[in-house]
Nanobody, 122 residues
């Protein structure tokens, strides 16, 4: 599975961004999908994940209530709507795919995109 992210950029604190991920390859609907992020000098951390069916989601405590993950299995896409962004949300965001939902929650994945930069600054 090849994953390509888009939608990153510079936004002011309190603003919103929507990240999108396009997946190429077979059997997209069999994979749990998620978003990970990595800030400079820090380890990769889990942001959010969605099960293959779209019925189950999980979020890091730091983004719960602000970020929403969604997927469209017909279009092979997964999105991350980010609201009320804060400077501490600045990082490179990676789209990730794994057959095991729990691995994504552990910030691990069989497949990961190249990432898109999100910078929150005034």
């Amino acid at each position: 599975v090849q994953l390509v992210e888009s939608g990153g950029g510079l936004v002011q604190p309190g603003g919103s961004l929507r990240l999108s991920c396009a997946a190429y390859g077979r059997d997209f609907s069999l994979y749990a999908m998620g978003w990970l992020r990595q800030a400079p000098g820090k380890e990769t951390e889990f942001v959010g994940a969605i099960a293959w069916s779209g019925r189950s989601t999980s979020y890091a405590d730091s983004v719960k209530g602000r970020f929403t993950i969604s997927r469209n299995n017909a279009k092979n896409t997964v999105d991350l709507q980010m609201n009320s962004l804060q400077p501490e949300d600045s990082a490179v965001y990676f789209c990730a795919a794994d057959v095991q939902f729990t691995r994504l929650v552990s910030a691990s994945a069989d497949f990961r995109g190249r990432g898109t930069q999100v910078t929150v600054s005034s």
